[in-house]
Nanobody
Framework: QVQLVESGGGLVQAGGSLRLSCAASGRTFNSFAVGWFRQAPGKEREFVAGITGGGVYTYYSDSVKGRFTISRDNAVKTVYLQMNSLKPEDTAVYYC????????????????WGQGTQVTVSS
């Protein structure tokens, strides 16, 4: 069982930066791949970035590649999403999720989800 809690969301101007955190509980956190997803009003949830259990491999959606960086510190059971050069279209609720499948870019393979944190980017 893994419980996830996101934090770090907020309001930022276009071009600014935010760092989201996903704090996990559970003894085998490093066994899980972790993904960040987002959902804007009226839109489907979409994959943003993912990282393998050991933190060696990362993968991104085309819309954020080069602007966002995912990382993890298994010693403190936390995954981070550094978001730079933010755009108004990045506005959404951001969720972290954990699952056993590496490189998954859809929601189904992720078994555990956080409650989400709001990111709002003003123009």
């Amino acid at each position: 069982q893994v419980q996830l809690v996101e934090s770090g969301g907020g309001l930022v101007q276009a071009g600014g930066s935010l760092r989201l955190s996903c704090a996990a509980s559970g003894r085998t956190f490093n066994s899980f791949a972790v993904g960040w997803f987002r959902q804007a009003p009226g839109k489907e949830r979409e994959f943003v970035a993912g990282i393998t259990g050991g933190g060696v491999y990362t993968y991104y959606s085309d819309s954020v590649k080069g602007r966002f960086t995912i990382s993890r510190d298994n010693a403190v059971k936390t995954v981070y999403l550094q978001m730079n050069s933010l755009k108004p279209e990045d506005t959404a609720v951001y969720y972290c999720a954990a699952g056993y499948s590496d490189y998954a870019r859809t929601s189904a393979p992720y078994h555990y989800w956080g409650q989400g944190t709001q990111v709002t980017v003003s123009s």
